[in-house]
C-alpha cells in the first residue's frame, strides 16, 4: 500500500509557477502508474484527474485543462512523483493529491493546497 505525503504548495500569483512533489512510502514505486489529482473543498465531492505517468512505455496523460502548462515526471530511485506547474491561474486553485493511476481509495494522502491569487 502506497502512503504518499505531497509538498510543495503554496501561495502563486497568475502566471506563476510552483513544483509539487510526492514522495510515496509503504512500497516502491515499482512498475505502478502514478498520477496527480485536485480538489477544490468548497465545492467538490470528488477529486478530479490532473495528470498522470505510465509506468510501462514511460508516457504521460493530462486533462485538457492543464495540457501544455503541467507537466508530470517521476524519480523512482526516490520514490517521488513531481508535478511541474507553469503558468498557473485562479482556477487551478485546489487541494492537490498524488494517487496510484487510477487511484486506489485507501491511499490518498492530505495533499499541498496550491492557491494562484493576486
Known amino acids: 500500500q502506497v502512503q504518499p505525503v505531497e509538498s510543495g504548495g503554496g501561495l502563486v500569483q497568475p502566471g506563476g509557477s510552483l513544483r509539487l512533489s510526492c514522495l510515496a512510502s509503504?512500497?516502491?514505486?515499482?512498475?505502478?502508474?502514478m498520477g496527480w489529482f485536485r480538489r477544490v473543498p468548497e465545492r467538490d465531492v470528488e477529486r478530479e484527474f490532473v495528470a498522470a505517468f505510465m509506468w510501462n512505455g514511460r508516457y504521460t496523460h493530462y486533462s485538457d485543462a492543464v495540457k501544455g502548462r503541467f507537466t508530470v515526471s517521476r524519480d523512482d530511485a526516490q520514490n517521488t512523483l513531481y508535478l511541474q506547474m507553469n503558468d498557473l491561474r485562479p482556477e487551478d486553485t485546489a487541494v492537490y493529491y498524488c494517487?496510484?493511476?487510477?487511484?486506489?481509495?485507501?491511499?490518498w494522502g492530505q495533499g499541498t493546497q496550491v492557491t494562484v491569487s493576486s
Open positions: 494517487n496510484s493511476y487510477p487511484p486506489k481509495t485507501g491511499e
Open positions: 509503504g512500497r516502491a514505486f515499482g512498475r505502478g502508474d
